[in-house]
Every structure is written in C-alpha cells, then in structure tokens.
C-alpha cells in the first residue's frame, strides 16, 4: 500500500511537471514502484491464494500486465501523454483504496522467520532462480522496445498507422502470455 501511494506521486509528478528533470523524476520513481510491485504482488497472491488456483492467480498478474500494456498502448492513441500519467495516478490510488479491504499475508505475518533459513537450499537456490529470470527480462531490451513500438513503426515507414502497429504487438503480447 505504502508503494502504491509513492507509485502516485511519481505519476503526479509527470503529469504536472514544470520541467523535463520533474518528468525524469517521476518516471525514476514509477520505474522503482513499478519493479517492486513486479515482486510484490505475485508473492502476496501466492501468500493469500488457496492451494488449488494458486497457479492461476499468480499467472493471471502476467496476463493483466499485458492487458494494462495494451490499454496504455490504446489509450496514447486518444490521450496526450500528460493524462496517461493522471490515468496511472487514478489506478494505483484505486490500488491503495482497495488494499485497504485486502487480507493480510498469513503465512508470513507470523512466522518469525530467522535469518538462518535464509541460508537453506530450499530457500536461496530458487530465490536466486527468480532474481536471475528478471535481471534478465530486464536487460533483454524488451521494455525498451515495448516502450518506443510507436517510434520504431513510424521510423520504418510501415503502411500501417504505428499506433495500431504498437497496439498490434500489445495484442500479440497478450496471447502469447496466455499460451
């Protein structure tokens, strides 16, 4: 919830930016909000999830993070860029209200785990799995492309409007998650 509210600030910070440095700020601090919730969420899903749609669930966050890309994707065809940061400032305060209604986290709340069973196997082996998996998502320059569709499109002359090109790969983004 706290990030949420630091996430909203960031987009605040974009949307009435007197200058370029308060957008570059902005975006420095949605960019951290934004990896942290990565992390954040799917390990609170797992947490609060029953066993048997656990996978689902978990899964399910990558599928609306590619839905909430092709939104964005859509909405910058009929928005300036300004009101699609005071979008994103509208869903994460919409995040902190609804957190408010949400379970805690069960398993961890209570547990008292000791910094020992940080050493276990079990623990760091796929703990450094996960972390190596997004270092590498991270540096594969996909965020990048993803993020200048519109530019490339538009710079390789394609006979297709690039906002529908981008929205395009948006789209095909959200069905090869889901397969």
């Keep these: ?15 009435y930016a007197p200058s370029i440095l308060v ?19 799917p390990t ?6 029953p066993t048997e749609i656990r996978g689902l669930l978990t899964s399910g966050f990558q599928v609306a993070f ?26 994460t305060t919409s995040a902190v209200c609804l957190m408010v209604i949400m379970p805690g986290i069960p398993r961890l709340a209570g547990s008292g785990i000791q910094n020992r069973e940080f050493l276990n196997p079990t623990f760091y082996k796929p703990l450094g799995f996960a972390v190596l998996l997004m270092v590498f998502q ?9 993020s200048y ?19 395009i790969v948006a789209a095909v983004q959200i069905a090869g998650t889901i397969v």
């Design 23 to 41: 957008i570059y700020l902005g975006r420095i601090i949605s960019g951290l909000c934004a990896g942290i919730c990565a992390v954040a969420v």
């Design 149 to 167: 569709t519109v530019d490339i499109f538009g710079s390789i002359g394609s006979s297709v409007d690039p906002h529908i090109a981008s929205a």
């Design 44 to 49: 609170y899903i797992v947490e609060i999830a």
């Design 138 to 146: 991270q540096t594969s320059g996909v965020n990048s492309i993803m």
């Design 66 to 91: 590619s839905v909430g890309v092709f939104l964005i994707i859509g909405l910058g065809t009929l928005l300036r860029w300004s009101w699609l940061a005071i979008a994103g400032a509208v869903l």
């Design 1 to 15: 919830m706290f990030v949420s509210t630091i996430y909203t600030l960031g987009w605040l910070a974009i949307a």
